[in-house]
């Protein structure tokens, strides 16, 4: 199995996906998949919610095989 991680918004743009697959590991924390991709995504974990399972989650959250983890930037509408 693995852990599903989504992108949305400006994450999915820069990714240029919207979800990938990651080979689960022991003690595997959210902001430990954040760090991977930070470079990328360009900003810092505290400006995105995550989420797990369709759950809000903190970010030092541990992933269990089979989650499915969101990355959720800042959004602005209007």
Known sequence: MAIRVLFFGFAADRMK????????????????VFERFQA???APAD???FSVN?????????L???DTVAFIPPMSGG
């Open 47 to 49: 400006r995105f919610l």
């Open 54 to 62: 369709d759950e809000w989650a903190p970010a030092d959250r541990l």
């Open 64 to 66: 269990l095989d089979g």
């Open 40 to 42: 990328t995504l360009g």
């Open 17 to 32: 996906t919207r979800e990938m697959l990651l080979d689960p590991e022991p003690n595997l924390r959210i902001d430990a």
